[in-house]
């Protein structure tokens, strides 16, 4: 796997934004929390519009954790969230200068710690930024980890994923994370259907589109159908997967037998989205 300093290099060449040559070996930086007024007016602005949204369309239990979390004012500090999440699920958040490369992710993961970027868009930016920044990772990641189950399948996942890969199931497993962590829905009993996934809970034009819309496509979970579904980066998704609960997600990927899946999947072509 690749050195700090050899992904610092390619970063750079690729115009990303995060400074990765002050990255420690498990590609971790300091917070350094010294944000200007304008990043804390930003910070607000995408909170304050993104809560009216939440409010509505978010799983009951993204709110709750909101709610314990108390992260809404201003930037929020990592140490000081770290401190209630470790009292809530063990879990705590640590500072990256931006994407890392899959392996040590995982290893965070599977150690119960959050990589969370350290920078945050600019006003020009609120919509739409390519990579993740502190909103999509901190306000769409960190409150669903303050609920057991949930914190639980994602240790889970960073534990297996380096196993699945080596099966040759690097894609599978991406796709499980994409639509179950970043874009999954959620019943809620009594209530219409709602949002738990980061990606969603971070975009002002999705979130609502995938909940709401009358042109998207729900698809209740399935793990091996989820696995073997394609997905597209920069568009609306054209599935949304719905679960029934966290402990549905938990219990499928425990339950799993990675290893029969792959082996059957991994030289199919992907199902595609639209037509499940
Ligand atoms: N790095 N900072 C960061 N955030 C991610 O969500 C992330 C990553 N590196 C790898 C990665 N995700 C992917 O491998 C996912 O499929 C898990
Ligand atoms: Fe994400």
């Known amino acids: 796997t690749m050195s700090v300093a050899e992904y610092a290099r390619d970063c750079a060449a690729q115009g990303l934004r995060g400074d990765y040559s002050v990255c420690r070996a498990d590609f971790t930086v300091s917070q350094g929390y010294d944000y200007s007024d304008e990043e804390q007016a930003v910070w607000r602005t995408l909170c304050d519009r993104q809560t009216r949204l939440t409010r509505k369309l978010a799983h009951h239990s993204y709110l709750d954790g909101v709610e314990k979390l108390g992260l809404l004012d201003r930037i929020p500090d990592f140490d000081e969230v770290s401190a209630k999440l470790r009292k809530l699920t063990g879990w705590e958040i640590v500072a990256v200068p931006g994407l890392i490369p899959a392996a040590p992710f995982f290893d965070h993961l599977a ?55 080596a099966l040759g199931g690097d894609e599978m497993i991406s796709r499980l994370y994409w639509y179950t962590a970043e874009y999954g829905l959620m019943q809620e009993a009594g209530q219409p ?13 999705e ?37 029934p609960s966290f402990d549905a997600l938990r219990d499928a990927f ?23």
Do not use: C
């Open 193 to 205: 259907l709602k949002a738990f996934g980061a990606g969603l809970m971070s975009s002002f034009t």
């Open 207 to 243: 979130l609502q589109f995938a909940v709401e819309g009358k042109d998207a496509h729900h698809v209740p979970f399935d793990l091996e159908t989820v696995m073997r579904t394609g997905y597209e980066i920069d568009k609306f998704q054209r599935a949304y997967f719905v679960l």
């Open 111 to 165: 150690d119960r710690r959050f990589p969370v970027t350290n920078w945050l868009r600019t006003r020009q930016e609120l919509d739409y930024i390519v990579e993740p920044d502190m909103f999509h990772d901190f306000f769409g990641h960190v409150p669903a980890l303050s609920q057991p189950v949930f914190a639980d399948f994602m240790q889970m996942y960073g534990e297996k994923a380096g196993d699945i890969i």
């Open 254 to 276: 425990q339950t799993a037998d990675f290893a029969a899946i792959v082996a059957r999947r991994k030289d199919q072509p992907a199902l595609d989205p639209a037509t499940l």
